[in-house]
């Protein structure tokens, strides 16, 4: 077992025409681990009651023995009793550290302290691939090579962007409870419900059946999430002026997510997020339900909102005295295009 940094690690295979340069990622590192096993048959071993009393002797006695346990051992119905030594070679610390230089650099694999790395910042949240390299850059220039900075160009310690992203797909796949996409955010939330109670979290999945179809308007899905600072600033907030805004095409699916915002003293704060399966007036409503239900003060005597009338129509059916108002970006926006439309001849002519 040759060190992953040393010369026979790696095999030099060229295929086809393809002309390999460099075909080994060597790093000259001499560290290996040997292990022997040797099977001993206890029955068929040399004793002085055999006659042993010549060279030539004890040979036929050998060959004799071994000609009989291989006939044993090919019989199927025999049992042999045997038993296995292990003898392992380990090498000392002192042989696992090389110097490189040069080519060899460029096809290190990435140090497996970086890697531990890479899953921390993971496990935290941080998925950029730009900002996983600038902190895996601090980490290795302020932590682990404080004095001595290694080469820009060892990969093991400096990896390009492929091997970051590589790294980062399969810490985020560790962190995955399951392959599928509802059953693994419904794992996560029991998960978060039990390491705190900070926070409001409602999930309604229904799961597709084999004989269902997908026109059904049975299979719903609803998230809504709320922390508890979030409802500290609703109730703080809330009661002036909401806003709610839908963003689309920023998930993997397609599907809208919604953030409800209010107007603190230091700028606007998303007090609450939900997801549905469908924009609509009914799941919209069930959404603002709940929220209402988490926060049984809020009663904001103004809305704005985008121009939707699933929106509006949910916000006056959970508020009845709220007036809705329309935000100025897409008023903006429906007047300039409006104007840039040729069919009213206001559009400049060239």
């Not at 597709?208 to 109730?235: C, I, K």
Request: with cysteine.
């Amino acid at each position: 077992m040759d060190c992953q940094f040393g010369s026979h690690y790696y095999k030099d295979k060229s295929t086809g025409k393809r002309t390999c340069l460099q075909g080994t990622r060597k790093r000259g590192c001499a560290a290996h681990i040997e292990v022997h096993v040797i099977s001993l048959f206890p029955e068929y071993k040399l004793s002085f009651s055999d006659g042993m009393t010549g060279v030539k002797k004890v040979k036929d006695i050998k060959q004799k023995k071994l000609q009989k346990l291989k006939s044993n051992l090919a019989e199927p119905t025999s049992t042999v009793s045997s038993e296995s030594c292990y003898f392992v070679v380990l090498p000392k610390e002192e042989a696992h550290s090389c110097d490189i230089d040069g080519p060899a650099l460029y096809g290190q694999r990435i140090h497996p302290k970086l890697v531990s790395k890479i899953y921390e910042l993971v496990a935290e949240g941080i998925t950029n691939v730009q900002e996983v390299k600038n902190h895996l850059k601090c980490y290795v220039l302020h932590v682990l090579y404080v004095h001595q900075r290694p080469d820009l160009t060892d990969r093991a310690y400096f990896p390009n962007t492929s091997d970051v992203r590589n790294y980062v797909y399969l810490a985020q796949r560790a962190c995955q409870l399951s392959k599928f996409d509802q059953e693994n955010l419904r794992l996560k939330i029991e998960h978060w419900n039990k390491i705190t109670q900070l926070h409001c979290i409602s999930f309604i999945s229904s799961e597709y059946t084999s004989s269902s179809s997908e026109n059904n308007s049975n299979q719903t899905l609803l998230f809504v999430h709320q922390e508890a600072w979030q409802q500290d600033l609703l109730s703080k907030y809330g009661n002036t002026i909401s806003l709610m805004d839908a963003t689309y095409k920023t998930t993997k699916y397609e599907i809208a997510l919604f953030f409800v915002t209010v107007k603190t003293n230091v700028g606007y704060s998303v007090v609450a997020d939900f997801v549905v399966q469908s924009e609509s007036k009914e799941n919209i409503s069930e959404a603002l339900s709940l929220l209402l239900s988490w926060n049984p003060n809020w009663n904001p005597p103004f809305f704005v909102t985008d121009y939707s009338d699933a929106e509006i129509g949910a916000i006056e059916a959970i508020f009845p005295s709220c007036k809705v108002y329309i935000c100025d970006f897409h008023r903006e926006q429906c007047w300039e295009r409006w104007v840039k439309d040729r069919k009213h001849g206001l559009a400049s002519k060239t």
